[in-house]
Nanobody
Framework: QVQLVESGGGLVHTGGSLRLSCVAS????????MGWFRQAPGEEREFLAA????????YYADSAKGRFTISRDNAKNTVFLQMNDLEPEDTAVYYC?????????????????WGQGTQVTVSS
């Protein structure tokens, strides 16, 4: 089992920035591919970004490219999502997830463990 706890969400104005953190516990963090997703009210959960377990490979959804950056610190068992130039359309609950089977994963179904989410609200 891997436990994931997100933090760093909040209320920001359009154009603002937030840095989300996700701390993992329970297993060897470096063995897991990590990802960030979000879910807006009435919408399906959406993939945003992924960081590989090996080789520091990253992958972004089109909605995240150029504005969001995923990073990880294996010494601190933490994955981050830096979000810049936020827009009201970015309002959602943001989740981190861990996948123990793949080097990198971009689909919701591949991930084995999920955090509880952190709310991000962007006001216009």
């Amino acid at each position: 089992q891997v436990q994931l706890v997100e933090s760093g969400g909040g209320l920001v104005h359009t154009g603002g920035s937030l840095r989300l953190s996700c701390v993992a516990s329970g297993r060897t963090f470096s063995n897991y591919a990590m990802g960030w997703f979000r879910q807006a009210p009435g919408e399906e959960r959406e993939f945003l970004a992924a960081f590989s377990s090996v080789g520091e490979i990253t992958y972004y959804a089109d909605s995240a490219k150029g504005r969001f950056t995923i990073s990880r610190d294996n010494a601190k068992n933490t994955v981050f999502l830096q979000m810049n130039d936020l827009e009201p359309e970015d309002t959602a609950v943001y989740y981190c997830a861990a996948d123990g089977d793949s080097t990198i994963a971009i689909s919701l179904e591949e991930y084995d463990f999920w955090g509880q989410g952190t709310q991000v609200t962007v006001s216009s």
